[in-house]
């Protein structure tokens, strides 16, 4: 999901000399020689937002998955490089030919933070809970749709079975959404876990404080020594305490980080970049795998149930003059409907690129004209629809009112509409809108399924038993990466052909460093892994 809504209070911006230096990329440091890590001290990081809950089984947020990220471990992990899943509480595991059944193998020694062990019978507590939460797990409820039962085959064996083909569930073992509490945590509401209370995992930091709105104090696990195979070093974390400080004005966050009251910040936004980029400041850079932020088309409604009229649209939006215009260098222009980080996506640039003249003759070829104010009609009705958003991203409005003139350029008017998080959740269920503007984090191609199956969210209202249920079906069966491209390749151009979505750009996460902040790194989800950072 992406971080909530925010307003930039521009005269609390510290104005800064500028140096040129190049932004780092995930994980990687700056070129200044900090010396070796080092463990001690407390890493005061700025949010954007307050956590709607802690408990990584119901959170949703980016601040609320930065901070439970922390707290549990997963069954497994998953290389942001590569895609690949490797092991962390469990060591192996074996998939059945039909990829309904899971077996995992776990590493003996692991310990929740009140002592109880991680064994197989903690793992189907666990996932028996998760289920049990429903909606309330936002993303685990997606992620266990098919979930049937677990079984402990022995102490340190896990099988876990789902009603139909779940290929995703591999990679959804290595989400923070997944990530396993102790037996102990579900003697309590959903509601106290939100808030802290009985939230007892195993992961390398363990829950100390809340105050609401103000501030969140995470600790180190004295004695942890059962890391995912992908972190630096072994043992514990470095950091004593992580004291997330909840300031949702970007101008604050990022003055106080400019004074020293911060060591490291989350949400940058695209004006306040090139303060961090020097200096002895950095940024670690990230895009978000999963669907990128695009307009959705519900091809039931109006104009847009023509399909010349839903491709006209994706020739006429400019990708790179949005990214250019409204967002900066580190932001990506739209290659698929999936983002650059995500695993098997499709390169179909080609297939993006602006073409303002093949746009209008695809247009005259159906039969709209030209009216007297530049936007088009046919049989007396305009070539019009309208765009439903909600600030979740504070550039949205601006992305979208540039896309709004690039499309008048072809004689389309794009009506925009503000809502609530809320609001916008509520009419995408009822079905009741033109195009929804939204993105969808998930690094596994599977999220397409979730976005656009008759069996799922069927965002664009297809009816069942389509050409795209079927790629969607035959990918969501196959484990093995390269067998199951094929099938993600086609769900992919057949959204593109079809312009069932207009893909424009990529969420981006920026986190900026002060000198003393190392290694304030992103897992495959473009999600805080903290184990490695330390401070100098």
């Not at 060591?263 to 936004?269: E, K, P, S």
């Not at 020739?315 to 967002?327: I, P, S, Y």
């Not at 990506?332 to 080609?350: E, F, H, N, R, Y």
């Not at 424009?504 to 892994?529: C, I, N, P, Y």
């Amino acid at each position: 999901m992406s971080p909530l809504s925010f307003a930039r209070n521009a005269a609390a911006v510290l104005a800064l000399p500028l140096l040129l230096t190049a932004c780092t990329a995930a994980g990687t440091e700056p070129a200044a020689d900090a010396g070796p890590p080092k463990p001690g001290g407390t890493l005061r990081l700025g949010i954007s937002s307050a956590p709607d809950c802690i408990d990584p089984q119901q959170a949703a947020t980016n601040a609320s998955i930065n901070v439970g990220r922390q707290l549990v471990d997963s069954l497994t992990d998953q290389d942001p490089k590569t895609g690949e899943i490797k092991p962390w509480l469990a060591e192996k595991w074996d998939v059945s030919d039909d990829s309904t059944a899971f077996t995992f193998h776990l590493r003996s020694g692991a310990t929740f933070s009140d002592g109880s062990p991680v064994d197989a019978a903690a793992v189907k507590t666990s996932f028996d809970g998760i289920k049990a939460l429903g909606t309330k797990a936002q993303l685990g409820f997606g992620y266990l749709a098919a979930y049937q039962a677990s079984t402990v085959v022995d102490p340190q064996t896990v099988r876990i079975e789902f009603s139909a083909p779940s290929a995703q569930f591999l990679q959804a073992s290595s989400t923070m959404s997944l990530g396993l509490l102790a037996p102990a945590a579900f003697k309590q509401t959903p509601e106290q876990r939100c808030q802290g209370t009985g939230l007892i995992g195993s992961g390398p930091f363990v829950f100390e404080s809340l105050k609401q709105n103000q501030e969140i104090v995470l600790a180190k696990r004295k004695g942890y020594a059962w890391g995912s195979s992908l972190f630096k070093h072994r043992g514990e974390a470095y950091l004593d305490k992580i004291d997330y400080k909840i300031v949702p004005e970007p101008g604050v966050r990022t003055g106080s980080l400019a004074s020293g009251q911060l060591d490291a910040a989350t949400d940058i936004q695209p004006v306040d970049e090139p303060q961090f980029t020097g200096n002895g400041f950095t940024e670690n850079i990230r895009p978000n795998p999963g669907v990128v932020f695009n307009l959705h088309a519900n091809t039931t409604r109006g104009v847009l149930t023509d399909e010349k009229v839903r491709q006209a649209v994706l020739k006429g939006v400019d990708r790179a003059e949005v990214v250019n215009t409204v967002l900066t260098p580190s932001y990506k222009a739209a290659t698929s409907i999936l983002g650059s980080a995500t695993p098997l996506v499709s390169d179909l640039s080609q297939q993006l690129a602006y073409d303002q003249k093949g746009a209008a003759a695809l247009l005259d070829g159906d039969g709209w004209v030209p009216g007297p104010d530049g936007i088009r009609v046919k049989n007396g009705q305009k070539l019009s629809a309208s765009v439903v958003f909600s600030p979740v991203f504070n550039q949205n409005r601006s992305a979208l009112e540039l896309i709004q003139q690039q499309l008048r350029k072809i004689g389309f008017d794009l009506k925009i509409e503000q809502h609530t998080t809320a609001e916008t959740t509520q009419i995408q269920l009822s079905g009741n809108y033109d195009f929804l503007w939204y993105n969808v984090t998930r690094a596994d191609p599977d999220i397409l399924r979730s976005q656009f199956s008759t069996k799922a969210g069927n965002r664009s209202k297809l009816t069942p038993g389509n050409p795209l249920d079927a790629a969607l079906d035959a990918q969501s069966s196959i484990v093995d990466t390269a067998k199951r491209k094929p099938s993600a390749d086609e769900a992919q151009q057949l959204i593109i052909e079809h312009a069932y979505a207009i893909p424009v750009f990529e969420l981006t996460q920026v986190v900026a460093l002060s000198s003393k902040a190392h290694a304030v790194s992103f897992e495959a989800s473009s999600r805080l892994q903290l184990f490695d950072a330390w401070l100098s």
